[in-house]
């Protein structure tokens, strides 16, 4: 799940976000799923309402979620409260790094509720994003 401004990856401040499109990410993300062997869904929205719909949904879909808030991590409690009440393991995951950057920034009211969180790896946020998911998931089954 992607959070606001996602869907402009590639045009929006590529100093900060690189050249690579929402796509090219999708894309990436995809195959490294198939490698682990693992079934993925990608949804983004730049509405805070549509992403605590699309948890809730993922209550009946879904084994966990990987997530990046954007914006919304550093203020939304309404997304806070949406992970923590699907019960569902959730890794909050940043292609910057958030804590070297603005202040506001450093803080995530998100990640007490998340599984884990990676910041700052680029698109391979994503990619240890998914592969500690599904690590995880293996050691339940266990």
Known sequence: MNGPNLDLLGAREPEVYGHRTLADLEAM???????????????QSNHEGALIDR???????SDGVVFNPAAYTHYSYALRDAIAATGL???????SDITGREPFR???????????????????????????????????RL
């Open 29 to 43: 993300v995809a195959m490294r799923a198939a490698e682990l062997g693992v079934e993925i869904a990608f949804f």
């Open 55 to 61: 948890l809730h949904a993922a209550m009946g879909e």
């Open 89 to 95: 393991p959730v890794v909050e995951v940043h292609l």
């Open 106 to 140: 450093a803080v995530s009211v998100t990640a007490p509720v998340c599984l884990a969180q990676f910041s700052g790896l680029g698109f391979g946020s994503y990619t240890a994003g998914l592969e500690a998911l599904v690590s995880h998931l293996e050691k339940e």
